[in-house]
């Protein structure tokens, strides 16, 4: 037992040496980190946000402070069953 320890103990610092020498080595980390990152700075000014109309929103927001809100359509959908278990 005593030489199977000891040769162990002499392979570990043998073992340090097999590190990656590759410069990009962890960099699919660090891109994922940094697509995560929230910006402490973002410029918004002059940035028309996708899809927005500040005057169909502000009429909808004096619709709902006067108590006017339009009532949502109804949705038609189609429904069906389908045969469940199987017989025994």
Same mark, same amino acid.
């Given at each position: 037992?005593?030489?199977?320890?000891?040769?162990?103990?002499?392979?570990?610092?043998?073992?340090?040496?097999?590190?990656?020498?590759?410069?990009?080595?962890?960099? #699919? %980390?660090?891109?994922?980190?940094?697509?995560? $990152?929230?910006? +402490?700075? &973002?410029?918004?000014?002059?940035?028309?946000?996708? =899809?927005?109309?500040?005057?169909?929103?502000?009429? #909808? %927001?004096?619709?709902?402070?006067?108590?006017? $809100?339009?009532? +949502?359509? &109804?949705?038609?959908?189609?429904?069906?069953?389908? =045969?469940?278990?199987?017989?025994?």
């Amino acid at each position: 037992m005593r030489v199977a320890y000891l040769g162990s103990a002499l392979m570990l610092p043998l073992l340090a040496g097999c590190t990656a020498n590759d410069p990009t080595f962890g960099g #699919a %980390v660090r891109s994922n980190y940094a697509m995560q $990152v929230i910006n +402490p700075d &973002p410029q918004y000014e002059g940035a028309l946000v996708e =899809g927005g109309d500040g005057q169909r929103s502000a009429a #909808a %927001v004096e619709r709902y402070r006067t108590d006017k $809100v339009k009532k +949502p359509q &109804p949705t038609h959908t189609t429904s069906g069953s389908s =045969g469940g278990g199987g017989a025994n």
